[in-house]
């Protein structure tokens, strides 16, 4: 992979993330999850561990999308921790970007994700990249949302590592 991606027709980058983004990601957190937000600790956890994959998107050298996956080679599966877009830049192809870049750097034969069952413009991206729900967890979200686990099998994944 190159060291980042731009995003045709636009000045839009996919780019490693690091700590250095930590107040960044916080705030986009707050303002794209609100109740659902990560605590500090969660977001320097998901900038710091090991068996993390992180990618920002930026513009105008400003993090307007996040996505971070697990690696957890032992059950040969990756879990997207997050996935998020600046409201003013959702339905420009970034969480596509975003989903596209971490999948082609995973190299496990299964992705799996949650997502809130009312937020229907995931469930779009999601199952447009050929994600598939296998199960519900009951009142997982604050407010006792249903959270909705959706799963991907790669094609032909290199899981040597």
């Not at 190159?2 to 780019?15: N, R």
């Not at 068996?51 to 307007?64: E, G, P, T, W, Y």
């Amino acid at each position: 992979m190159s060291e980042f991606k731009t995003l045709p027709g636009s000045g839009f980058q996919i780019i490693p993330a690091t700590w250095h983004d930590l107040r960044e990601l916080y705030q986009l957190e707050r303002i794209c999850f609100q109740v659902d937000a990560w605590p500090m600790l969660d977001v320097l956890g998901v900038l710091t561990l090991p068996r993390v994959l992180r990618f920002k998107a930026v513009d105008d050298n400003s993090m307007i999308g996040f996505i971070a996956a697990d690696l957890r080679r032992m059950q040969h599966t990756a879990w997207i921790a997050t996935l998020a877009v600046h409201p003013d830049y959702q339905k420009a192809g970034i969480g596509s970007a975003l989903l596209e870049t971490c999948e082609s750097q995973i190299n496990l034969p299964r992705i799996r994700l949650s997502v809130r069952q009312s937020n229907h413009s995931a469930i779009q991206l999601y199952k447009k990249h050929a994600y598939q729900q296998i199960d519900t967890w009951r009142a997982y979200y604050e407010g006792g949302d249903d959270a909705l686990i959706f799963e991907k099998i790669l094609d032909s994944p290199n899981i040597s590592s």
